[in-house]
């Protein structure tokens, strides 16, 4: 489990987290929903040790991160991670070399998934193909968590039904995910949970399932209610 | 130490292409000022001995002899040398800021290894260190094959042939570069270590804190430089020295030790908990 207890975060005198406590559970998908600059990609940084928080605390199976977290936890941001001038095979040796967790198979698989030439250049590729490399080298990781950020922001609808085609394919099984996304129409029906977060308090966190299920409404309409619009 | 030796590998990697051009120009324009400034020497030699009929002594008399220490004061040698250290400084500054503004964020993939941050400190320490020495050798191989050309190119009777210390005698640039005892070696790039360590930490700090950061690495490293030079201080403030030069040497050295280790420290602190992507 993760577990995201009060932090906050300031940059500058503005307060971005003013105590944000949420958990995501190994095997179930939870999307944290806001708009832009609510703190969304921040969470995502803090809970990988890629910035630091003015208080509270961020447990990975009950330890706070260290190195051998990585292991166990991959993110994968907005843009993606490697040197443009690598091939994609590059980037595969470089995960291969670091990662005891590098499954080439399931890499190799994804490359076949996606349609991809592992002697392609990053610098040459569209948008929605980095998209693609930057999910292949996050999910060819054997680990328990996976963090993506945005990972439909700016592409074409075609590279992003391949892409949502991974949530509901064994990429995913028995992993945590955290998912930070505007267009949840995508993968609505596969999110577990949702944080809705607006200027970094979180507003609601509930079980999509049990809401679908009682309720009888869809995250969106939650949105509206929430967010008032 | 596995994955430090792999990031410091992919380190070299990265600026090699930069580094083969700095050897390339090096060893270019260095053959190429021996010649043309050989070539313009033998011509006077054929316009005023052959031509006008001139005596070798009065030549050599008027003209001097030609020798390494003759080009080596000019751009030909020295422009190659600045160049490379001036590419090394600023690549100093280049080897951590284009992980963090170059076209892909880099940065989120070095800090998410599963390896010690501070690894990655030490790879790019050790590559830029790594190629001023390999540089620096470079030189030192290239100014006895420079001789070597000058010397089939200029007529033996009008050719000095100079041992290395005697061509890099009297420029003081070289003098830094070429140390002739081990221990202004070690002394040379012990500080120069020490300077860019003390540089990397200024950058963590500016890219720890951003504005602030620059603030703090300035004082950083006026801290450390205090810290490197009080007892010269002390000595000028007091007029009074009661230390040995030798004992004031080991002093410094200590010092030096300590600046060093605070930095690595400080350094592998910000790395883990302060860096921001």
Request: charged fraction near 20%; aromatic fraction near 12%.
């Amino acid at each position: 489990m993760i577990e995201v207890k009060n932090i906050k975060k300031n940059y500058g005198r503005r307060e971005v987290l003013k105590g944000v406590s949420f958990t995501a559970n190994k095997g179930e998908i939870t999307c944290l929903i806001g708009v832009n600059g609510v703190g969304k990609t921040t969470i995502m940084n803090a809970i990988m040790g890629l910035t630091p928080i003015k208080s509270g605390e961020i447990l990975i199976e009950g330890k706070p991160l260290d190195k051998t977290s990585y292991e166990k936890i991959t993110f994968i941001p907005d843009a993606i991670t490697m040197l443009p001038q690598m091939k994609i095979s590059d980037a595969m040796a470089f995960m291969n070399d670091y990662y005891q967790c590098w499954n080439q198979k399931r890499a190799n698989d994804m490359l076949k998934f996606f349609r991809l030439e592992k002697e392609s250049r990053i610098s040459e590729l569209s948008k929605g193909n980095r998209a693609k490399v930057n999910l292949l080298l996050g999910l060819a990781l054997d680990v328990d968590y996976v963090l993506m950020d945005e990972p439909f922001s700016g592409i074409d609808i075609f590279s992003r039904e391949q892409i949502a085609e991974v949530f509901t394919s064994h990429l995913i099984e028995n992993r945590g995910v955290i998912i930070t996304t505007h267009e949840i129409h995508d993968i609505e029906h596969l999110i577990d949970k949702a944080v809705l977060l607006d200027e970094g308090v979180i507003l609601k966190e509930f079980n999509a399932e049990d809401v679908r299920e009682n309720e009888g409404k869809s995250i969106v309409d939650v949105m509206r209610e929430v967010f008032h619009v | 130490m596995k994955n430090y030796v792999k990031l410091f590998n992919f380190e070299m990697g990265r600026f090699l292409k930069g580094y083969l051009a700095l050897v390339g120009i090096t060893v270019a324009v260095q053959v190429l000022g021996v010649v043309i400034a050989s070539r313009s020497y033998t011509n006077k030699i054929n316009k005023y001995v052959y031509h006008e009929g001139m005596a070798i002594d009065e030549f050599l008399s008027q003209f001097g002899d030609m020798s390494m220490y003759a080009i080596i004061h000019s751009l030909w040698i020295q422009g190659p040398i600045l160049f490379c250290i001036s590419v090394l400084l600023i690549y100093t500054l280049l080897i951590w800021y284009r992980d963090w503004f170059g076209k892909n964020t880099f940065i989120y993939r070095l800090l998410m290894l599963p390896t010690e941050r501070i690894n990655i400190f030490f790879a790019k320490l050790t590559t830029i260190m790594v190629m001023v020495l390999s540089l620096v050798a470079l030189q030192i191989m290239l100014l006895p094959v420079l001789n070597k050309v000058m010397s089939s190119l200029v007529p033996e009777a009008y050719f000095m042939n100079l041992s290395f210390k005697e061509m890099i005698s009297g420029f003081d640039v070289l003098t830094i570069l070429f140390p002739f005892s081990f221990s202004d070696f070690m002394i040379h790039y012990g500080l120069g270590l020490l300077a860019v360590t003390l540089l990397f930490t200024a950058i963590l700090f500016e890219r720890s804190f951003r504005l602030k950061g620059i603030v703090y690495g300035i004082l950083y490293i006026a801290l450390s430089l205090l810290i490197i030079f009080s007892p010269v201080i002390m000595i000028a403030i007091t007029e009074k020295s009661y230390l040995y030069p030798l004992e004031l040497f080991y002093l410094e050295l200590i010092l030096c030790v300590l600046v060093f280790i605070m930095s690595i420290l400080t350094s592998r602190f910000l790395l883990n908990k302060k860096i921001t992507v």
